[in-house]
T-cell receptor, first 113, second 111 residues
């Protein structure tokens, strides 16, 4: 049963515009959420995270928003750049010490120059 | 650069022939993980080592085993690979309650 869902398999955005990637989860015990970025033939790279006690975390062009009541988070990239083209995975863990990550299926972002 | 290294990047084996994938890390992280990722699917955790303690996910087939001889190395052994085991295998490491760092994966093909 998929506890973390990314319902959009792909997204295309013009360079300079905002990219919004969405993620939903079902397990209310999750208390930490992460976004990973993956280029072809490489492993996922950690991008940004947010604790469940926050509703926003910002790092440069990347901002993650968390809506706990809706069990929804989103990653905003602004302005989008062609180098941002990659697959983005949403992931979550419950703080049990071992931080077992539950991943979504990913969204492929294409930024069009 | 400190990193997570997986060897080989591509592995081909025959149906039923045992295969071992390896992972090493220079990050000195205490937790190491193995994930299986099939095409267009989410990475799925197979098991992890928390220090020396082995933790198997409930739905990981018995065909999959793991060894961690020391902090730096972790191996994934597939005793009798079937066609359904063809996938990308990702190794990751972390400190407790910190984001995981991934290797570039080993793509396993079964003939």
């Amino acid at each position: 049963d998929q506890q973390v869902k990314q319902n959009s398999p792909s997204l295309s955005v013009q360079e300079g515009r905002i990219s919004i990637l969405n993620c939903d989860y079902t397990n209310s015990m999750f208390d930490y959420f992460l976004w990973y970025k993956k280029y072809p033939a490489e492993g996922p790279t950690f991008l940004i995270s947010i604790s469940s006690i926050k509703d926003k975390n910002e790092d440069g062009r990347f901002t993650v928003f968390l809506n706990k009541s809706a069990k929804h988070l989103s990653l905003h990239i602004v302005p989008s750049q062609p180098g941002d083209s990659a697959v983005y995975f949403c992931a979550a863990w419950a703080n049990t010490g071992a931080n077992n990550l539950f991943f979504g299926t990913g969204t492929r972002l294409t930024v069009i120059p | 650069d400190a990193m997570v290294i997986q060897n080989p990047r591509y592995q081909v084996t025959q149906f039923g022939k045992p295969v071992t994938l390896s992972c090493s890390q220079t990050l000195n992280h205490n937790v190491m993980y193995w994930y299986q990722q099939k095409s267009s699917q989410a990475p799925k955790l197979l098991f992890h080592y928390y220090d020396k303690d082995f933790n198997n996910e409930a739905d990981t087939p018995d065909n999959f085993q793991s060894r961690r001889p020391n902090t730096s190395f972790c191996f994934l052994d597939i005793r009798s690979p079937g066609l359904g085991d063809a996938a990308m295998y990702l190794c990751a490491t972390s400190k407790s309650n910190q984001p995981q760092h991934f290797g570039d994966g080993t793509r396993l093909s079964i003939l």
